[in-house]
C-alpha cells in the first residue's frame, strides 16, 4: 500500500503526461503479481467495491469525530475521502497495512455491518498519506488526472508492446490481469481472447490535403459518405451478447441499453453513435448528456434515444471479414441488413459524386443546409486496417467557421504554460457592449504565445486570481466547427472547438464581429 | 471575567494602545512583523528589537515616529498595565503580548507555533485569564506532519530528478529562513539560490546571528548551473515570468495549506510540502487547555470550528473576527 500511496501522489500532483506514464510503468515493472494487476485495475476503473459507500464512509469518520466540525471540515476541504483522510484522528503508519490484493479479499469478504470497523481499523493503521490513497482505492473516486488510456499506454511503455495490441486484447482479460503481464514481460504468447468479447482496433483516417491529394488520387477508385458528428463506436454481437466499445475500447454498453438490447443478427460493427429520435441526429451536446455516464438516465432514453449508423463491417457473423476490400464488405453489411431486421442501427448512405469539383459543392451545401462536419473518402479497394494507415480513407472537413473575435480575458496554462497567459477568452459586440463567446488555448505559434503573453501583461486592466482582464484591443480570427444556443453563456452562443486561427494585430477591435453577425452560424447547426 | 481594559479590537484601554492595528496608531504593540500585523505610519511602536529591525527592512527606516524596543519576558509598566512580551516561536523576534491590569491576565498570541524552530525564539507559555488566539489553521482536518519528513521528500525528489531545479515557494520573511535551516539541519550543505525579494532577509537573519549557510543570488548562476539545485522564491513568483529561467522546475510550495492535496493539485503545485509556522489544530487545542483560560477570544482564520470546539470543552470563547487585514488568505502560512 505505501508504494501504491506513493504512486498515487505522484499521478495527482504531476501535471506532465509523460511523467504520469513513466511512474505507472516504473510501478508496474517493480510490483510482483496480483498487486500491480490490482492496481491497475483501480486505475482502469476495472475494479470497485460495491459496499463502500460514501454513506458508509461518512459513518466511519462520524464516530470519531464531531459532526459539526467534520462539516465546517468538508465545507472547506471540498473532498470527501480527502476530508477522511485530513481528519482521521488516529495517526498509524509504523505497521505495514495489507496488500492491495489482500484489502480486495478483505473488503470482498466483509460484510456491509462489518465494513465500517474494518474500514476505521485500516485508516488508523494508516500514515496520512496511505488513508488518503486508502480512501480513493476503497471508494474508486481517484481525481488524479489519470484514464484507463493512459494506464494502458503505461503498459506499453513498460514493455515495448503497441498499445492498440494491448487495447485489442483487453476487454477479454480479467482482473488481476497476470496472464497479460505474462506477455508484456515476455514469458508468454499473447492471451488468446475471444474475439467476440474483444475490442477490435480501429481504422481511422487522415485529414486530406485539397492541394495535394486530390490532384493524384482518380474519384473512380472512392467513395464518399457524409462524416457524422457523433462518437465513434463498435458493436460486438455474437451468441446472445451484444458489447459496445467507444473508439478507445472502454466498454460503454451499460450506458445505451436502448441499443445493445436492439441489435438483431451476429458480427462485429464500425459505426457513429448518435441520438435523435426516428434516424434524425439531434446537436451533438444532446449526444453529450449521454456520454460518461455509468447507466443511463431512464428520462433520457425518452428524449434522447440513441442509435448507430453503421458504415462497415468487421466480422460477418464469426468470420473475419477485415481483409476484403471496402466494396466486398459494403455489400455484405448490406446484405446483412437485409437479413436481419434493425429499429437501432441504420446504414450511413453512400453520396454520390462524379469529380472531386462536384463533391466540394456538396460537401459545401452540406454544411449550409445541414451542418454536417464533411465528407469522408473511402478507397473502394481498400481492406480493415487498424491504426491510421496512409492512403485508404481520409476525411474532408468542410471549411471553418471564423470570426473576427475581441480579447477580453486571459488566463495561465498548465504545466509548461503556467508562466504564460495562453488561455483566451474572445467575445462579439453586443451593441455597446463586449460579450464573450468562448475560449481558446491553442492555434498560435510558440513565438506567438511569447508576444501574447507579452501584449496581456502589458495591457491589463483588472486581475482575478489568475485571470487577467485586458483592455479590448487585440483581435483574434477564431475558427470553429460549428455554434450552438446556449443558455450557459452570456451571449447565448456556444462555439464547438474553437481555436485561434490569426492573431489580428492590425485590426481594430470595432470593427470585430457582432452577435448579428454570428446568427448566420446558428442556422447551419 | 469582565476584561474592561481590553476591548475587541485589541484597544488597550488604560494607556490608549493598539495590539498590531490595521490602521496608523498613535501607540501601537507589535507582535511580529508579517504585512498583517506590522504596518506602517503608527506613532510609537513597541516591539521585540528583532521585530523592530524586520520592520526597518520591510518599511524604511522611518516608517514608525518612535521606537521603543522591549526585550522578552522584560516586563514594563505603564500606569496600571504590565506588559510583557512572550516568544510566540512564528518567526524571529514573534512575541505573544501579556498584560495584566488589576491581578487580571490577558494573552494575544499574535501568530505562533509549538513546534521546534532554531529561526524563532521558542515559544513560552503563560497562564492566563483570557487568552486570545490566532485560528490560521483552526479546522481539524490541519494536523500538520513532521517538518523533517517533509524536508525529507523534498531531498528525496531533488535526488530523483537531477535535470531539473527545485523551486520552493516560501513566503519571503520567517517561512524562507526557517525552509534554509531545515535543509541545513538535514545534511543539506550545497549553495541555495534566493530570488532577489529573498535576499534582504535572509541577510538580516544572518546578521541577528542565524546559521543559513552558503546562500546565492538566482541570478549568479546560468540556467544549466541551477540544474539539481535548490531555489526558495515567493509563492508568486514560482509560476511567474522569472521561473522561465529555471530548468523544467519542479514547483514546491512550503505551507500549512499543502496539507490538501486536491488544492495543490488544481494550483499547479507539484511538490507540496506541509511546512507550517503555525499551530496545527492539536496545538491550538492544546494550547488553550495549558494557558488554563476560562475565557477565549479566536481571531486571524477559521474562528467557527475553534469556538464550537472551545465551548464544547466548556469555556467562554467568542469570535474577534476582527477586520480582514490578511495580505490574501494564504498569506504567511
Redesign the interface.
Known sequence: MRRFAQLM?LL????SRNRKIEAMAEYFGETPDPDRGIALAILTGALTFKNVKPAILRDVVLAE??P???A??YD????LG??IA??W?H?GGIEPLPSLSDLVELFNMTSKAELPRLIGSLLTRAS?NER?ALVKFATGAL???VNARLAKTALAEMSGKELQDIEEVWNGLTVPYTSLFDWLEGRTERPDIDHTARFHPLMLSNPIDEEKDLKVIDPRDWVAEWKWDGIRVQIIAAKGRVSMFSRTGDDIAAAFPDIVDNVFGDGVLDGELLVGPDFEPLPFNDLQQRLNRKVAVAKHLQTFPAFVRVYDMLFQGGTDIRSLPWTERRERLEAWFGDHKQTRLDLSPIVPFEGWDQLAEIRRRGAAEHGHEGVMLKLRSSPYVPGRPKGLWYKWKRDPNVVDAILMYAQ?G??KR??FYSDYTFGVWKGNEIVPIGKAYFGFTDEELKQLDKWVRNNTVASFGPVREVSKELVFEVAFDSAQQSGRHKSGIALRFPRINRIRWDKPANEAATLDDMQVFLGAT | MPTPFLDRDLHVRPIDAYIDPPVPRARAIITHGHADHARSGHGVVLATPDTIAIMKVRYGEDCAGQFQPLEFNTPLVVDDVTITLKPAGHILGSAQVLLEHRGQRAVFTGDYKRLPDRTAQPFELAACDLFITEATFG?????H?HPQDEVARLLRSVVSFPDRAHVIGCYALGKAQRMIALLRDAGYDAPIYLHGAMIRLCELYVERGIDLGVLKHSLEATKAELAGQIVIAPPSAI???W??RLPDPV?AVASGWM????R??QS?????LVISDHCDWNELNQTIAETGAGKVWVTHG?E??LV??CR?NGLEAEPLNIQAYEEGEEGDA
Open positions: 501522489e495527482a500532483l504531476t501535471p469525530v464531531d459539526h466540525l467534520f465546517l471540515s472547506y476541504v471540498g473532498d480527502e476530508t485530513l481528519i484522528p495517526h496520512i488518503w481525481r488524479i488526472g495561465r498548465h504545466g503556467s508562466s | 479546522l481539524p482536518v490541519f494536523q506532519p509560476k511567474d515570468r521561473s522561465r514547483l496539507s490538501v492535496k486536491q495543490a493539485r499547479g503545485v507539484e511538490l507540496p477559521r467557527d470550528a464550537y470546539q464544547k
